[in-house]
């Protein structure tokens, strides 16, 4: 994930062809404001951005032009792949939409961004180790196998889960319904829902979750959420 620098583009694309290469939205939405100023337009575009399927994005955009075309044209002009998790591969099993992570790690290492590589490296090295020392002393301390944060987010799925209902098609898919118009299919074996945050963010969402449940009711065999 970048900023959008003018000489980040040519040299991710150049040096490593084959990355995904995720613009920060918050970068984006600064550009945008200085021509189109408002809270409605910045709800549009993220709107837009968090939309995980093509069909929801193709929907948020077709609102966006209905309200302003030239801020419609705007945003056409860069590709959704680099910022709507609608095209988004998965391959980076993250839920990032800004670059709020890189701009922290930086400032972690700022210290040791002015002496030889070597050193840096080993800085960074030891940083990391840091981090990750302190970050399972965060989960031993918590209730449950995750952190506070994720617990909590994790509670708020299993919350939504609950409006959903489930059939089985007598394979290995589920059709999960809960608004009218609003189905999806679940795929436990493959780990897939046509909702994409699955895939996207490796974190079961609701759909799955009521499956899940349902599955269990039924005398299937299932592991826990957490897996």
Not at 60 to 79: C, G, Q, R, V, Y
Request: charged share 25%; hydrophobic share 35%; proline share 4%.
């Amino acid at each position: 994930m970048s900023d959008r620098q003018k000489g980040l583009l040519p040299a991710i694309e150049n040096l490593f062809p084959c990355a995904e290469h995720i613009f920060c939205v918050w970068h984006i939405h600064d550009k945008f404001k200085a021509t189109y100023r408002g809270n409605l337009y910045k709800y549009m575009l993220y709107k837009c951005a968090h939309a995980t399927t093509i069909p929801e994005f193709e929907t948020a955009m077709d609102e966006l032009k209905a309200f302003n075309p030239d801020a419609h044209l705007w945003f056409s002009n860069i590709h959704p792949k680099h910022w709507s998790k609608s095209h988004f591969s998965g391959r980076a099993v993250s839920d990032m939409l800004i670059n709020n992570m890189c701009e922290v790690f930086n400032g972690k290492i700022v210290e040791g961004r002015d002496i030889p590589i070597i050193s840096a490296l080993e800085y960074i090295r030891e940083y990391l180790m840091r981090r990750i020392v302190n970050v399972l002393e965060v989960i031993d301390k918590s209730e449950g196998l995750f952190t506070p944060t994720a617990t909590t987010e994790l509670q708020n799925i299993r919350t939504n889960a609950a409006h959903y209902t489930v059939q089985w098609n007598g394979g290995d898919l589920d059709q999960v319904s809960g608004r009218p118009g609003k189905q999806r299919v679940v795929d436990l074996v493959k780990r897939t829902c046509t909702c994409r945050r699955w895939e996207l963010t490796g974190i079961p969402c609701e759909h799955v979750v009521t499956t899940i449940w349902n599955k269990a009711l039924n005398g299937g065999r299932v592991g826990a959420v957490e897996s």
